[in-house]
């Protein structure tokens, strides 16, 4: 992914609402505006990028001989 991308997601995603980009800031953002911008694509290639993630279901097993079993993972909560 690129750099443009990345800091337009961290700034989107930004804990202060007053650093946050507003509409036109996201519109007028070089990501936004480079040429060959295909939306289609572009969600395409994340969502691969996902499946490539493995989750921990997926990636502790029991043994050899219970491969298509996934392991129960526990979910810690965290309170603030």
């Known amino acids: 992914m690129s750099s443009h991308f990345k800091e337009l997601v961290l700034a989107l995603f930004s804990h202060d609402p007053e650093t946050r980009p507003t509409i036109n800031q996201i519109r007028a953002h070089p990501w936004m505006n480079k040429s060959g911008f295909n939306i289609e694509e572009t969600k395409h290639a994340l969502i691969n ?32």
């Not at 996902?50 to 309170?79: F, S």
């Open 49 to 80: 990028d996902l499946k490539l993630k493995k989750t921990p279901v997926q990636t502790a097993r029991t043994n050899t001989q219970a491969e298509n079993k996934p392991v129960r993972v526990r979910k810690t909560t965290v309170h603030y």
